[in-house]
């Protein structure tokens, strides 16, 4: 096997030109992919790590039939303190579950006393917020409190609602609400920061503290819109919420219905949708190689078996056997490829590697937003674009390698 | 018993709708150790000759023996084989694989034909660069060197592998005159030290003169035609 690999080497160094530009187009291809998936797998990561770190958290549990009114925020479909009770329990007991936020969302009109507007709010518990959003406090600017998200009295608000409001850190405001009776109540805050907006639901919402929202909505018995949870590794997020709906199924209603439901993150950001279209953007590249390398490496082995038909007939006759000519050039298409996908993954792991320290930064939709990339890219990753190339290098070279094989050396020999 | 006998062997070609006989009702035989030559002009049916005898092509009728085995039987792989263990090849073109060198090009036998270790493969491929006198070329690439140079080489791989016959078709065809008396001279004496027989095509008359057996054949059969002091082949 070694002497037909040694030769097939040789073989390629025939028509250097020819061998070198298909090595590189081939490389080039592979270069490609690597890079492709290498951001695009950083960029996926960033944002959804903002998404989920910051707003969503990796799981959220609503009263069944909430998520599809979820842009009305409405008020009559909370979850009541003793359920709530009873999903607390349950998720006390489940193992992966790392944090809990309950949240009170509603909406409410704005005032600074000289300009009335519509917001976006969510109740939370400073401290389990932040256990379950982690990067929530990174978004706050001009923060009253850089320790603490807020405090009682206090309210957070989205970046450009504070912009077109002229309202700043320190101000007070005053938010009305109706609550699910048709109640209205107003209160005063004093603002305490302000959120920078983020792609996605959620992402211009501002914030007050949980007792506030409870006392703004005269709930007598306070009532949770949902519930963040985090889940103990980003990679158990779908075990987690297999175990919860699991757990939650029996939790019934009066009707028998049950009375929770449970996404992922990925099932509340539409972001999710440009991650299928990543992904599908990679398989497109993969495609796009395997082609590049089929053509290529069949062209080339078809016109070095057409150059050398006279040579083939020669070795024929001294005899070789059919078989050993057609590993000859199937070796050589796959030395061809061989050397070429290892050129091309040495180019394109050193520019992710030039990439990480020089550092790739990218704008991202309307939010304003800079996300610092540090493309990576996984092994198995690297492994399996090399192989495709081996794997379709060796097919191309079938066809030839078997045309050269049936070669007649009677006739091979005659050939001008 | 003779090492080649053709037996009443003829071979026609199909061209489309047409048949083309290019053997027609050949006999003879070549004794073991001879240095013999098919002889005549073009289109007289020498490299079919050769091509039958070297199991490349198989006869219409008749039977072609080398060595003990009807060569008309065998089969594709069964040929190459064959091929590979008791002919050597000698081609007008030389045909030496330019990306090997002088040594890499007659160790090719050994090494992709006959699978023998790198032990017997290395003492072999000298011996034979020694007798062709081509030991100070062994590193040098075919276009390195001259026509006659590289017909020494093809002649030191057509024996490296010690086969009972060499066949050559018209191996002086594209030197010079003093290179081809050279390279059948060479020939002969690799004939005489390894003891293989050769046969060659030719139309030369200057080669011929060479030959210790001629074959004349004219329009694809075997004719009289001896030259004085040759042994003559008969129809």
Redesign the interface.
């Known amino acids: 096997m070694l ?2 690999i040694r ?1 097939a080497l ?2 390629l ?2 028509y250097k030109r020819r061998t070198l530009l298909t090595g590189l187009l081939i490389a080039f291809g592979v270069v490609a992919v690597i890079l492709f998936v290498g951001l695009s797998g950083s960029f996926t990561r960033v944002v959804v790590g903002q998404i989920t770190d910051s707003v969503l958290s990796h799981l959220q549990v609503h009263r069944k039939g909430y998520v599809a009114s979820i842009d009305n925020l409405p008020l009559d479909r909370m979850i009541p303190p003793q359920a709530f009770q009873r999903l607390e329990a349950v998720l006390a007991q489940t193992p992966g579950v790392a944090a809990v936020s309950p949240r009170i969302k509603f909406a409410a009109m704005l005032s600074n006393y000289v300009q009335t507007t519509g917001a976006r709010l969510n109740g939370i518990d400073p401290a389990k917020e932040q256990a379950v959003a982690p990067l929530l406090a990174s978004r706050v600017k001009n923060a009253a409190h850089p320790d603490t998200l807020l405090r009682p009295g206090e309210v957070l608000l989205p970046e450009l609602l504070a912009k077109g409001m002229n309202v700043k850190t320190g101000d007070t405001v005053v938010l009305v609400a109706t609550n699910k009776e048709g109640s209205v109540n107003g209160m005063t805050f004093k603002v305490a920061g302000v959120v920078e907006s983020l792609m996605g639901p959620g992402g211009r919402d501002g914030y007050l503290h949980i007792k506030d929202a409870a006392t703004l909505l005269r709930m007598t018995t306070p009532e949770i819109s949902e519930v963040a949870v985090r889940a103990q590794s980003f990679e158990g997020v779908e075990k987690l919420a297999k175990a919860l709906r699991a757990a939650l199924l029996p939790i019934k209603n009066k009707t028998g219905q049950p009375l929770f439901e449970l996404h992922t993150w990925d099932q509340l950001t539409p972001f999710h949708n440009v991650v299928r279209m990543i992904n599908i953007m990679i398989l497109g590249i993969k495609i796009i190689l395997i082609a590049v390398v089929l053509i290529s490496v069949l062209n080339v082995m078809m016109m070095s078996v057409y150059e050398r038909v ?2 083939i ?12 000519i057609r590993g000859l050039f199937v070796a050589e298409g796959f030395c061809l490829g061989l050397v070429s996908s290892l050129a091309g993954a040495a180019i394109g792991l050193g520019a992710l590697m030039v990439m990480n320290l020089t550092g790739v930064e990218v704008h991202f939709g309307m939010a304003n937003q800079i996300f610092a990339l540090t493309p990576t890219i996984a092994p198995l990753e690297v492994v399996s674009a090399c192989l495709i190339v081996l794997a379709v290098s060796v097919l191309a070279s079938l066809q030839p390698a078997a045309k050269a094989a049936r070669l007649e ?2 006739e091979a ?1 005659r050939h001008v | 018993m003779a090492l080649v006998s053709l037996e009443n062997v003829g071979k026609t070609y199909r061209m489309d709708e047409v048949e083309v006989p290019a053997l027609s009702g050949v006999s003879l035989a070549i004794e073991e150790g001879s240095f013999a030559a098919l002889v005549g002009p073009s289109g007289s049916g020498k490299t079919t000759a050769l ?1 039958l005898i ?1 199991c ?2 198989r006869p219409s009728t008749g039977r072609v023996t080398v060595a003990g085995q009807d060569v008309s039987l065998l089969g ?2 069964q040929g ?6 008791k ?3 000698v ?1 007008q ?1 030389f ?1 030496l ?4 060198t002088v040594a890499e090009n007659v160790e ?2 050994l ?3 006959r699978d023998l270790p790198k032990a017997r493969r290395g003492p072999a491929v000298a011996r034979v660069l020694e007798a062709v006198g081509m030991s100070d070329q062994a590193a040098k690439y075919p276009a390195q060197l001259s026509g006659g140079q590289k017909q020494r080489v093809a002649v030191a ?1 057509a024996l490296v592998g010690e086969p009972a016959l060499v066949l050559a078709d018209e191996p002086t065809a594209n030197l010079d005159g003093a290179t081809a008396q050279r390279v059948i001279e060479l020939m002969k004496r690799m004939r005489d030290e390894f003891g293989t027989t050769f046969v060659f095509s030719t139309h030369d008359p200057r080669i011929m003169d060479q030959a210790e057996v001629l074959f004349h054949l004219q329009d694809g059969r075997l004719v009289d035609g001896a030259r004085a002091g040759k042994e003559v082949a008969h129809a």
Do not use: H, W
């Open positions: 002497k037909v030769l040789k073989n160094t025939r006279r040579e007939g020669a070795l024929a006759a001294m005899g070789t056997s059919p078989g050993r050396p009677v020999l | 091509n070297g490349l092509d594709r792989r190459a084989a064959f091929r590979g263990q002919l050597g090849f081609f073109e045909n694989l330019p990306v090997l090719y036998p090494l992709m034909i791989r």
